[in-house]
C-alpha cells in the first residue's frame, strides 16, 4: 500500500482519520491561511486545502495526501477560527439568530502523478438566539478557539444550535469521510470493513 500522509496540524482530524484504521503519518503544512482581498468562502477553502496538500506533498514522493480546510460564511463574511476568547464571543455574538454555511474541502493529492481530486462539503448551521450567559457557558466548557467559528459541534456546540442540513456531519468536525472513503477507495486504497 502506498504511504498516506494527513497534511494537518488538526487534532480533530487526526482523529477522524484514525477510524478508518488506516497506517497513516501526519506533516503539518506552514502556508499562510490569510484570505485575499475580495476572496469568496468557496474560493477560500479550495485554494487552502489545494495549497496545504501541495507544500506537503513536494515532501513526500510517491504517496497519497489528504489535506483539508474550512471556513463559515455569514451573510457574505468569512468566520475563521476566533484564536481567543475575545474573538469568539463576538463570532457567536453574529451568529446568535442566525443561519451559517460552513464550507470544507477535502484534498486528496497522488504526488506521482500530481493529480488532486477536490470535494467540497457545505452544511447550514441555524443559531439559536444566544444569551451572554450562553455563549460565556459554552466558551468556559468547551474553549474552542481553534474550531471555525467558534463551533465544536461535536462537543456542547451542539447546544447552540437549532439543527443543521448538510451531507456528512464529519466534515463540520474538519474531514468530510464519507467522501474521503470513496476518494481512498478510487486511489486504490483498501479501507478495512468499507468494500
Known sequence: MRPLILGSSSPYRRELLERLRLD?????PDIDETPRPGEIAPDYVKR???EK??????????????SSDQCAELNGQLLGK?????????QLRRLSGQEATFLTGLCLLDTASGTCRYFESR???????????????YLESEQPYNCTASFKSEGL?????????????????????????????????EIPGAD
Request: net charge negative.
Open 24 to 28: 497513516f503519518e501526519v506533516d503539518s
Open 48 to 50: 487552502l486545502a489545494h
Open 53 to 66: 496538500a501541495e507544500e506537503v506533498g513536494a515532501r513526500h514522493p510517491d504517496t497519497l495526501v489528504i
Open 82 to 90: 476566533p484564536g481567543t476568547h475575545d474573538v469568539a464571543v463576538e
Open 123 to 137: 452544511h447550514t448551521v441555524y443559531y439559536k438566539e444566544l444569551s451572554e450567559d450562553m455563549i460565556e457557558h
Open 157 to 189: 456546540g451542539i447546544t447552540l444550535v437549532h439543527h443543521i442540513s448538510g451531507d456528512d456531519p464529519t466534515a463540520l468536525i474538519g474531514l468530510p469521510m464519507i467522501h474521503l472513503i470513496e476518494l481512498l477507495r478510487d486511489a486504490g486504497l
